[in-house]
């Protein structure tokens, strides 16, 4: 049955799709509730959560008004909400979404939190008539729920016993704010004390982990008066000595007779070995710190790890038991899965290595569902789009490749081939076209916009900066010569006002047929007469919800073409942008230049700036990168200030400079980048803003300082800006005392220009997390998922396909806590 709150939900996941522009239902959200209410009235009395219908249209009222972020938190609260109501009759089987019910009963709720939904309370059971200790807090009244409290892993971490608002404030800076966030706050690692040593084997240097009973306690002093507090242990095989140094309050813990466990290195003073400020704990309690594999948090000011183990560990022997999985059983059965609980509890405190492998593997699974979910679930929906079939003039595409001075690499050709398909299909066109740089993306671009022209509809070009944007207008305006009845137009910030207006105005007459500016172009007030097609370049920049918001703007839906300049193995491209078909050129144009790179030490600095003045002295340029400077602000610009001026002034006092950086304002931006290409600037030294830049095909050098701590992907970028014109191309990379995972990641890109190569490589060589500008993308932030883990993501995918087949938008009751799942970790991804 689909219920009226089903129903609001549904909208209201679409519309947070759609980036909350109040465009998911015709005439706008508060009037669809102003006829949703009466249905949802009527059916009132046969649900029960935890949220009234008048409480729904307080939270949506003034919608239209709001801002876009407080749009989108009111909807990310009401959506989780929405789905805990549930009808009457399935009640008792549930215990709320994501929700868990403690053993014992908890305090009374404080009357000033304002959410109730989010509180901790003890509710009356369904035989009583009335709450009996009626709370003073400001809730309405709730239907009586099975159980007789719930814990809430949306509950703000307070309601946990130990933490208060102290505790609170101390936390929020790790990102915890609710209990799930610190359940989900998984070890950085894990010290491994799990075997115990008998004192009479211990070594110098070695760590290790022994119990005994402690026969000695003395507090001293040092000569500044700070205590050292110290203990003798005993076990069966001999005894040794454990000093802390300035924690007196350790006397009143670690009393003479106690069962004490100690973890730590072995130390030596004056020959004799023994512990400096170990791990510790008491033996009668069970193991956290000691005695096994001991996580090992991240922390913060005003946080420790005993704190924090202590308070994790206790949370979760209350709720890890009740996690209710959101994953069918039946998935996790196939896919040789532990129970989430299971696994949550064992990624903090791994009962062995292998649970903890049984743990992460679980975990990372559910990160790639998760992931593959929502991209299928948008894919449904663009598949669900109406656009226009388009006629494909096959001879007008046949002359325009005739007429390019070279001959189309087949890979293009089977990139045109796909997009034509596409455009020739009622259904919108959503495509990813891979090259790497160089590969010649732009004429297959061109071929899409040919079609469009011909069919009398408009094209938007889109290019992250306007000096792309430029750039492309510069380059497919020669590449349609000839075709003069193709009006293409630039349409950028930086133009005059009047300017601008003269081309929108063409643009809402049909007077232009191709359009090429930034995303802005989006934003500002333009209406097409007929828009037929967008195309996008540089999809990084892109997010995932404005490609949503571009293709639902209308009622008919343009076709859409995506370029990007970042390769990545197929089949995690089919993972991350499997809401996207895919073509990739995954071969370069006849004839290029090898870029020549090489990775240097401190010893070569005089011999590259020697080099580098001869190749300014034969007329080229070149850039500098500077390193990644781990400022507390975030800030690059400093070192790139400082850099520049030593460069001008010390090194290259004949030469001209520029600085790029990104605290400057994007006109000063451009303006560098400008004076760059018009060949004003001998050398710029950049930050890594410059990664998609321009193309100055006289610029043949590019210095990278401290390449070690950039990432292969970024490293690849950055040479790609070189290498563009006819000259022999140089990358140096500089490093100093990198790693040895950096190294290699140097060494690949001595060994090869294959953008694809590298990108299996970085796979290879790197841990979880962020790859190859996936962050960026738009794509929800991976925390345990290892990309490179293709056997979790393949099972992860096949089971994606199997739930989208049965039940495509999740709306069966039994996929209620996997839909809400999605949204949660889909909304992680537009916080940063
Ligand atoms: P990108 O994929 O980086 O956008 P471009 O479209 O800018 O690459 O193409 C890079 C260069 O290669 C351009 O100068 C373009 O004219 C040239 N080019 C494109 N296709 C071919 C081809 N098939 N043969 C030779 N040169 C080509
Ligand atoms: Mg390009």
Known sequence: MSTAIDKLRRILVLEREQGCRDRAVIGGL????????????????????????????????????????????????????????????????????????????????????????????????????????????????????????????????????????????????????????????????????????????????????????VVRTKTTYTRNKVPVFSVVLRDGTGQIEATWFNQPYLGQQIRQGAALVISGRVDQYLGRLLFRSPEWELARQELLNTGRLVPVYRLTEGVSQRWLRRMIKRTLDELAPRVVDPVPAEILHSAGLISLGQAIEEAHFPDSQDMLQRARQRLAFDEFLLLQLGVLGRRARVNALTGRALEIPQQRLADFAQSLPYTLTNAQQRAIAAITADLARPTPMARLLQGDVGSGKTVVAVAALLVAAYNGLQAALLAPTSILAEQHLHTITRLLAPYPEINVQLLVGSMPEAEKQRVRDDIAAGRVQVVIGTHALLQE?????????????????????????????????????????????????????????????????????????????????????????????????????????????????????????????????????????????????????????????????????????????????????????????????????????????????????????????????????????????????????????????????????????????????????????????????????LAESVVRFWSSANLS
């Open 30 to 213: 508060e009037r669809f509730l102003q006829f949703w209410q009466k249905e949802a009235r009527e059916q009132a009395d046969q649900m029960t959560g935890e949220i009234t219908i008048d409480e729904i249209l307080g939270q949506l009222d003034g919608y239209a008004d709001l801002p876009i972020d407080q749009r989108r938190a009111r909807i990310e609260e009401l959506v989780v909400q929405l789905s805990r109501v549930r009808p009457i009759a399935e009640q008792s089987s549930e215990v709320g979404a994501a929700s868990i019910a403690p053993p014992q009963p908890q305090p009374a709720p404080k009357a000033d939190r304002p959410s109730p939904a989010a509180d901790v309370q003890a509710e009356p059971t369904p035989t009583e008539a009335k709450p009996a200790a009626a709370p003073k807090a400001p809730t309405k009244p709730r239907r009586p729920r099975s159980s007789a409290a719930l814990v809430d892993l949306n509950a703000p971490v307070t309601v946990l016993k130990g933490i208060g608002a102290s505790g609170e404030r101390r936390l929020a800076p790790l990102g915890i704010t609710t209990v799930r966030d610190l359940i989900y706050h998984f070890p950085r690692r894990y010290d491994d004390y799990a075997q115990m040593s008998h004192i009479d084997q211990l070594q110098l240097g070695q760590m290790a982990t022994i119990g005994g009973l």
């Open 525 to 817: 007030s333009v209406s097409f007469r007929q828009l037929g097609l967008v195309i996008v370049d540089e999809q990084h920049r892109f997010g995932v919800e404005q490609r949503g918001a571009l293709l639902t703007r209308s009622a008919v839906s343009p076709h859409l073409l995506v370029m990007s300049a970042t390769p990545i193995p197929r089949t995690l491209a089919l993972t991350l942008y499997g809401d996207l078909d895919l073509s990739v050129l995954d071969e370069l144009p006849p004839g290029r230049q090898e870029i020549v790179t090489a990775v240097r030490s401190e010893l070569s600095r005089e011999n590259i700036y020697s080099f580098m003045r001869s190749q300014v002295a034969a007329g080229r340029q070149g850039l500098i990168i500077c390193p990644l400077v781990q400022e507390s602000d975030g800030s690059d610009a400093p070192a790139a200030v400082a850099e520049a001026k030593r460069l001008q002034e010390e090194i290259f006092p004949h030469l001209r400079i520029g600085l790029l950086h990104g605290q400057l304002s994007p006109e000063e931006k451009e303006r560098a980048m400008a004076a760059f290409a018009a060949g004003e600037i001998d050398i710029l030294v950049s930050t890594s803003v410059v990664e998609v830049g321009i193309d100055v095909p006289n610029a043949t050098f590019i210095l990278i300082e401290g390449a070690d701590r950039f990432g292969l992907a970024q490293l690849h970028q950055f040479r790609g800006r070189v290498g563009r014109g006819p000259y022999r191309s140089y990358c140096i990379l500089m490093a100093q005392e990198a790693s040895e995972t950096a190294m290699q990641r140097l060494a690949a890109l001595e060994a090869t220009n294959d953008g694809f190569a590298l990108a299996e490589k970085d796979l290879e060589l790197r841990g979880p997390g962020d790859f190859f500008g996936v962050r960026q993308s738009g794509m929800p932030q991976l925390r345990v998922a290892n990309l490179g883990d293709a056997a979790t993501l393949e099972a992860a995918r096949s089971a994606a396909q199997r739930l989208f087949a049965q039940d495509p938008f999740l709306e069966r009751a039994e996929h209620a806590l």
